[in-house]
Structures are given as C-alpha cells and as structure tokens.
Nanobody, 121 residues
Framework: VQLQAYGGGLVQAGASLKLTCAASGRTRSYAWFRQAPGKEREFVATLRSSGSRIVYADSVKGRFTISRDNAKNTVSLEMNKLKPEDTAVYYC??????????????????WGQGTLVTVSS
C-alpha cells in the first residue's frame, strides 16, 4: 500500500487546515502521526475502515477529526483551532494493528512521506 499525504501549510493560531492521505490499497486501520523537530513521532488519531473504532490523542481531542472516504480510498484529518504546538510533520499510516497497538507507530506497516504543518503564534 502506498500512501500520499498532502494539505499541509503555514497557518496562524486558531485557524483550520485539512490533511488528506490517498491510499493505493486497503487495510484495516488508518492513522495520523506527527513529529515535531527534536521530538519523537507521536500518535494523533486512528480509525478502522469499518468505522467501528476511532481514537484521538488527548492533545487533539475536540479539535481534530479523522474520517475516511471509502469510495475515494482517502483518509482525512480536519484540524481546527490550531495551536503553535501542533507544528510538526504529519504522517499518515496504514496497517492491521491489534487494538493494543493502534496508537503506536509499530502497529503500522505502511507510511506516507509526511506533510509539514506550521502554526504561527
């Protein structure tokens, strides 16, 4: 499965931005992770293709929304009320993790190239 993420950019704090990830194949779960400079990659959100499970990191809960368009085979991350601390390279991921690992990078086999989101204060 190949993943292509796009939609990043430079925005001001409080603005919104939508990231989209186009997949060449299908897997059970899709996720977004992010990595800020000098920090480890961290979990943002995940969902099952069936829609049966959606999980968010506490830091984005209530501000970000992950969704999937099965017809287009895309996964999106709608980001609202952006904060400077949301600045990072955002990666989409796909795989078949068990629930215990669906918030961990190790749970995903396929990764996109990343798209940079910069939030200015």
């Amino acid at each position: 499965v190949q993943l292509q993420a796009y939609g990043g950019g430079l925005v001001q704090a409080g603005a919104s931005l939508k990231l989209t990830c186009a997949a060449s194949g299908r897997t059970r779960s899709y996720a977004w992770f992010r990595q800020a400079p000098g920090k480890e990659r961290e979990f943002v959100a995940t969902l099952r293709s069936s829609g049966s499970r959606i999980v968010y990191a506490d830091s984005v809960k209530g501000r970000f929304t992950i969704s999937r368009d099965n017809a287009k085979n895309t996964v999106s991350l709608e980001m609202n009320k952006l904060k400077p601390e949301d600045t990072a390279v955002y990666y989409c991921a796909a795989g078949d993790p068990i629930i215990t690992f669906d918030h961990a990078p190790e749970g995903y086999r396929h990764w996109g190239q990343g798209t940079l989101v910069t939030v200015s204060s």
